[in-house]
Nanobody
Framework: QVQLVESGGGLVQAGGSLRLSCTAS????????MGWFRQAPRKEREFVAA????????YYADSVKGRFTISKDNAKNTVYLQMNSLKPEDADVYYC???????????????WGQGTRVTVSS
């Protein structure tokens, strides 16, 4: 089992950047596909980005494509989400997640962090 801890959230102006980090416990991080999701109050959790266990392949929600970049450092047990050109509608609680079977199916993510809040001022 893997435990996930996110960090890096905060307040940023529209057009600015933030980098979220998610550090995992355990020695098998390299075998997990990783993802980022976000959730606004009274809304369902939304997929943002995912990356394969090797860190080679990634894919993104259309709403963040070209602005966000997910990366994975297996040596540091950490996955990152670099967020550029932030918009007020990007403001949410962001969750890190891990999956054993697939990074292409959001339903495969079964391990979750506690979330980190991102606020974007206009």
């Amino acid at each position: 089992q893997v435990q996930l801890v996110e960090s890096g959230g905060g307040l940023v102006q529209a057009g600015g950047s933030l980098r979220l980090s998610c550090t995992a416990s355990g020695r098998t991080f390299s075998s997990y596909h990783m993802g980022w999701f976000r959730q606004a109050p009274r809304k369902e959790r939304e997929f943002v980005a995912a990356i394969s266990c090797s860190g080679i392949s990634a894919y993104y929600a259309d709403s963040v494509k070209g602005r966000f970049t997910i990366s994975k450092d297996n040596a540091k047990n950490t996955v990152y989400l670099q967020m550029n050109s932030l918009k007020p509608e990007d403001a949410d609680v962001y969750y890190c997640a891990a999956a054993r079977t697939s990074y292409l199916d959001p339903k495969s993510f079964g391990y979750w962090g506690q979330g980190t809040r991102v606020t974007v001022s206009s």
